[in-house]
Each structure stands twice: as C-alpha cells, then as structure tokens.
C-alpha cells in the first residue's frame, strides 16, 4: 500500500492518499529517468514543418478560438524576446508559443502544488491564468508555497499570487477566484477554461474536480504530494483513444479515498519543501506539453516520485468498465453527490 499526502490549504485536514490501483494498472518502467521579427518568422516556418510526435487523438489543445475559427497569435517584440529560448526549440517554436499565449489554465489551490504551477506558468506565456483558493497565507506556509511572502502573511493566496504573477510576467492575464470550489460552482468555474491543474489538498476536493472535468469536457493533470514522495497523471475521460474506447478516469486510478481517520495528517506528518517544488514543476510541464503538443501525453500513465532515493517510476492503468463515471454503466450523471 502507497500513500500519497495532499498538501495545501491550512483549513482542511491534510491527509494521506492510499494509491489502491485496480487490476488494470501495470508497470512501465522503472528508473526512467537573437530576436527579431524575420527570425521570428523563420522559427515559425520551420516549427510548423516538424513532424508530429503524437498520435492525432493526443495532439495539443484547441485554445483560444471558437470551433471553425481559425486566427493568427502575434506575439509582440517584448514576448520574442521573453519567450526566446521556448522558440528555439524545435519542439515548440513560434507556434508552440502562440498556442500557450491563447491557452487558459485553471489551477486548484495556490498552496505547495499550485504555487510552483502558477509561477512557471505564466513564466511560460500561459495567457490567462485562474486560481480557486479561499485560503490565506500562514507563516507555516512559506516553506514551500514560494508564489507568497513574509509580507503577505494574513492575505488571500490568490491576491497574493496574483500580485507574483503580474510582476512575473505582466502579458498574463490572472485571475482571482477566492471562493472553496464545490457542487454548485465547479463547472462554472472549470467551463471557463482550457485546461484544469489540481493542487488540492483533501479528497473531497479531487474527486469533484475529477467529476467536473468530465462533465465540462476538460482535461485534468492531478498530482499528490507526501513526505518524501509523489505522483502525477493525466486525465481526459471525456474523450476517447485511438480504438475508440473511453480513457481512464481518476476513479479508475483511486476507486474511492480511505476511511476518515485512517491515515495521519500531512501537518503531522511533515512534508519536503523543495518536493513540492518538483511536483509542481512537472505539472507545469506536462501542462505546457498538453497545450503545445509535444511528446507523450501521462493519459494512462502514473508517474510517482521516490525522493528519498531520487527515483522515478512509471505505471501504465486502464479504463475500469465497472468504474462509475464513464464506466460501462454509468452511475454518476452529475455533480448532485458532491457537498453543495
């Protein structure tokens, strides 16, 4: 038995994650370890030529336009410059950075996760950026929340987010949602962007956010944080793979979270600061990857982190049919069973 900590908000209990895989998951591997207009326009030419690295069910995301739109991103000289060693890669280039200019990037929580995420982020040119959390910010907090300050003890972590973040990178757009994410507003909030990041801390939480992602047609990068380890996936099962079967849900992955009380508390337990710096970096990067469309896509795949011994592990999981949400008999149809 594996147990993942959520770390975050000071208001809830923050607890273990027991990883309960169903029969469907499998190991993988182990251990795997000038600016300028013209040049601008050179940089694009060849990036538009490179060969695709996805199969056409796992290319990057439709951002920014409505369907049957289609619009050129001009970045400014200003952004060349800024965005300039993305560009080069051949990987991403200048339409690589357009694409994250149009995107907009949901993050839950501005805590251990989400704080990392939302600095890298808007580093990388993400447009618009939303942060739900209706936490403040605690001195106990600064040792791995580095988006907030000594100063900003006592204020909302999104005002102080937003304020990192502008001074970051003031071509993003950030937006504030102080309120605690539940039945009655998740989709509302989730619907209004491309792609959804959750750092939440309680299982409450995780499972309405899986939930409404599904429903709003969204994909989701979810990771979990514990003492010295953590684990990070991919969800998009709304959508459909290559043989036309539905992708993996999180309940797939978690069936269902552990009995109240059963676990300890990560406030009890202790957590490595510069881990949730790590986590939180690879969500940005698999966030980066999704909307880009580079590389292989974490749908189907758990990577957990061994600190301790600094080793990574990869494990491939499946479509439960028996699971509730896009199972072969569907029991949940909306977010009614989550707490309003």
């Given at each position: 038995?594996?147990?993942i ?16 895989l169903?029969?469907?998951v499998?190991?993988?591997s ?21 060969r695709?690295?996805?199969a ?9 336009v ?9 970045l ?6 800024r965005y ?48 739900v ?15 907030h ?6 204020r ?5 987010a ?5 001074s ?7 937006e ?15 619907s209004?962007?491309?792609?959804v ?6 299982f ?10 599904f ?6 990068i979810?990771?979990a ?7 990070l996936t991919?969800i ?20 269902e ?10 406030a ?7 881990l949730?710096?790590?986590l ?14 580079f590389?292989?896509?974490?749908v ?18 499946t479509r439960?049919p ?5 199972g ?10 989550h707490?309003?």
């Amino acid at each position: 038995m594996k147990h993942i900590c959520l770390v975050g908000n000071n208001r809830a209990p923050v607890q273990q994650f027991p990883l309960i895989l169903r029969s469907g998951v499998s190991r993988v591997s182990k251990d795997e370890g000038p600016s300028g207009a013209a040049w601008f326009s050179r940089r694009c030419e060849a990036s538009s030529g490179r060969r695709a690295l996805r199969a056409p069910h796992q290319e990057g995301l439709t951002v920014g336009v409505e369907a049957g739109e289609s619009r050129a991103t001009m970045l400014t000289a200003d952004e060349l410059e800024r965005y300039a060693r993305h560009i080069v890669l051949r990987d991403v280039g200048g339409p690589g950075q357009a694409a994250l200019k149009e995107a907009s990037v949901l993050v839950i929580g501005a805590g251990g996760l989400g704080a990392p995420v939302l600095m890298y982020l808007a580093a990388a040119g993400v447009g618009r950026l939303g942060a739900v959390d209706d936490d403040i910010v605690s001195l106990s907090n600064l040792q791995r929340q580095i988006i907030h300050t000594t100063p900003d003890i006592g204020r909302l972590k999104v005002d102080s987010a937003a304020e990192t973040v502008r001074s970051l990178n003031p071509h993003v757009a950030f937006e504030a949602h102080a309120v605690r994410l539940n039945a009655r507003n998740a989709i509302s909030l989730i619907s209004d962007y491309d792609l959804v990041l959750d750092g939440s801390d309680n299982f409450e939480t995780r499972y309405l956010v899986s939930d409404a992602c599904f429903f709003a047609g969204k994909p989701l990068i979810t990771a979990a944080l514990g003492q010295f380890d953590g684990s990070l996936t991919t969800i998009r099962a709304h959508e459909r793979d290559a043989d036309g079967h539905y992708n993996p849900t999180y309940r797939c992955l978690f069936p269902e979270p552990p009995p109240p009380g059963t676990v300890p508390a990560c406030a009890e337990a202790g957590v490595m600061g510069a881990l949730a710096g790590m986590l939180g970096s690879m969500m940005a990067l698999e966030a980066i990857r999704e909307v880009v469309g580079f590389g292989e896509s974490l749908v189907g795949r758990l990577v957990m982190v061994d600190a301790r011994a600094m080793r990574f592990e990869t494990l491939r999981y499946t479509r439960d049919p028996q699971n509730p949400l896009n199972g072969d008999t569907p029991i949940i149809v909306d977010l009614s069973g989550h707490a309003a």
